[in-house]
Structures are given as structure tokens and as C-alpha cells.
């Protein structure tokens, strides 16, 4: 498997422009994250989705943010409007659904928002 | 209020030492407790998990212990080699029944070992 793929990679906007980030995760995963890292915060959960259904969007900071899971092999995470605060690496992570499951990240998104 | 601790938050060390990192954790009532190592630029990989019932675990150099009585962990790297360059963060589950989705993050400590 190829792993949780993440993109873009890099991402750089202006501020006011949407943003939409992709993930993929690995293939029977039933579980989705998406993270948000930075320095002084570290890594912090946006949302989650069990079987593409949100479960826990409790972490999303605003109503800017917006995520969604159409299918079991595709989500998407949307900043609108982005702003210069948004400016982290976002990471996309999958697991099954046991209790000592492992946790696989993508790469991430790095995204400047300038 | 459920928190990881971890430190040092940053430490350099020459190639060939051994060095140990520390957690500590409030988390409550406590599921299992993972390591991950995360190399610059991508993102992290488990490298431990150890829950309630397990004192140590072993990952080639790596070796995490757990002492649920006192909240602790230590990540003890042996004989460390430039790869081990990296940030190693303490992971915390929270026992909700479910998956992972109860996981309290430590903010990390910056290990850099230098030739």
C-alpha cells in the first residue's frame, strides 16, 4: 500500500482565496483524521470520520473550515477564506477502528497563506 | 483537563550516545500510550503502542517504558545513529471504547544528533 497520500504538498495563497486539501487514506481504513500542526500548538485534531460520517468536528476552528468524506477513499479538507493564521502543515491520518490501532499520517500540506 | 507533557523539549547529542526523552500524562481514564517519530518535513510514524498492562516495549533501539501508577514514559534511545535526528512525540489514548480518536498530543522533543 502506498500509504495516506496527501496534496498538495506545498500550498501558497493569498489571503481571501479558498483552499481545498486532498486525502487519501489507506485502502480499509474505516477511520479519518484530519490534523493541524505548529510550532507553539503542536499537533491538533480538526475532525474526525468514522465510515465517511463526521463524527467529531470539535477542533474545527471556524466556520471557514469545512470538511468532507464522499466516498471511503477520498476527503477533502476546505479553508474559505483563508487567512495568514491558517498558516500550518495540515495532516490527513487513517486507522481502523480498534482501540491500539495504529495511526498512519500523510505527508502533509504545508500551507502559507500569505 | 486531559495534557501531555514531554521533555527535554529539545536535545543534541553526538552519534554513538545513548539518550532517554520523557513523558508525562494526566490523561483519564487512560487507554494505551504511543510514540511517534516525525522527520522534518513528513509526517509521523508509530514507533510504540504500550497500554495499561505493558511496562516495555522494544522497537530495534528503541525502548518505551510505562509506569501507569505514576503517569509516566520514557522513550530510551540506545547507541544513536544521525537518522535518529528527529522529533519524538508522546501520544496518550483516552479510553472511550472507540478508536483513535481519544489521543491526547505531547508537543514533542527536538533530538538532533550530531557526527
Known amino acids: 500500500d502506498a500509504g495516506v497520500i496527501q496534496s498538495p504538498r506545498h500550498e501558497v495563497t493569498e489571503m481571501g482565496q479558498e483552499v481545498t486539501l486532498r486525502c487519501k487514506p489507506i485502502?480499509?481504513?474505516?477511520?479519518l483524521f484530519w490534523y493541524r500542526q505548529t510550532m507553539m500548538r503542536g499537533l491538533e485534531l480538526l475532525i474526525y470520520?468514522?465510515?465517511?460520517?463526521?463524527?467529531?468536528d470539535s477542533g474545527m476552528p471556524e466556520d471557514r473550515f469545512s470538511a468532507k468524506m464522499p466516498n471511503a477513499s477520498f476527503s477533502t479538507l476546505k479553508i474559505q477564506p483563508s487567512e495568514p493564521r491558517d498558516s500550518a502543515v495540515y495532516f490527513c491520518a487513517s486507522s481502523g477502528r480498534g482501540v491500539n490501532e495504529k495511526l498512519f499520517f500523510g505527508s502533509g500540506t504545508q500551507l502559507s497563506v500569505l | 483537563k486531559n495534557q501531555v507533557e514531554q521533555s527535554p523539549q529539545s536535545l543534541i547529542i553526538l552519534e554513538g550516545k545513548n539518550c532517554t526523552l520523557q513523558?508525562?500524562?494526566?490523561?483519564?481514564?487512560?487507554?494505551?500510550l504511543r510514540w511517534y517519530k516525525q522527520d522534518t518535513g513528513r509526517g509521523p510514524v508509530s514507533l510504540t503502542i504500550?497500554?495499561?498492562?505493558?511496562n516495555t516495549k522494544s522497537n530495534g533501539r528503541y525502548t518505551a517504558t510505562l509506569d501507569a501508577d505514576t503517569k509516566q514514559s520514557s522513550l530510551h534511545i540506545t547507541a544513536s545513529q544521525l537518522s535518529d535526528s528527529a522529533s519524538y512525540i508522546c501520544?496518550?489514548?483516552?479510553?472511550?471504547?472507540?478508536?483513535?480518536?481519544?489521543?491526547?498530543f505531547g508537543k514533542g522533543t527536538h533530538l538532533i544528533i550530531q557526527p
Open positions: 504500550m497500554t495499561f498492562s505493558e
Open positions: 470520520f468514522n465510515n465517511n460520517v463526521p463524527i467529531d
Open positions: 501520544v496518550v489514548m483516552l479510553y472511550s471504547g472507540g478508536g483513535a480518536d481519544g489521543l491526547t
Open positions: 513523558c508525562n500524562y494526566t490523561v483519564s481514564p487512560f487507554s494505551n
Open positions: 485502502s480499509g481504513h474505516n477511520s
